[in-house]
Nanobody, 125 residues
């Protein structure tokens, strides 16, 4: 049973950058597709990025503006989310998620069956 632990969140100012990490344990990491989501207070969980277990380029929502970049390092059992030019509206709890051998619908949170505890990102004006 894979377990996920996010880290790297914190309080930053608008315009700053942050890199979130999600380290996996207890499973064969390279067989899991990974996703990043976020949830702000009073809002639904929002898809940010995903990488399929089989590799390929990261997937982002159509609304993405290029400020966030996802990567994975199978040697470290870790995925990363590099966030730049942060805005106050990026304030949310950021979660990573995993699903084994999943290639499609990676933008849907319902497709994932393993979740981390989340890391808070707060961006001040």
């Amino acid at each position: 049973q894979i377990q996920l632990v996010e880290s790297g969140g914190g309080l930053v100012q608008a315009g700053d950058s942050l890199r979130l990490s999600c380290r996996a344990s207890g499973g064969t990491f390279r067989t899991y597709s990974m996703g990043w989501f976020r949830q702000a207070p009073g809002k639904e969980r929002e898809f940010i990025a995903a990488i399929a277990w089989s590799g390929g380029v990261p997937r982002y929502p159509n609304s993405a503006d290029g400020r966030f970049t996802m990567s994975r390092d199978n040697a470290q059992d870790t995925v990363f989310l590099q966030m730049t030019a942060l805005k106050p509206e990026d304030t949310a709890v950021y979660y990573c998620a995993a699903r084994q051998y999943k290639r499609t619908l990676l933008d849907s949170d319902s497709q994932y069956d393993h979740w981390g505890q989340g890391t808070q990102v707060t961006v001040s004006p």
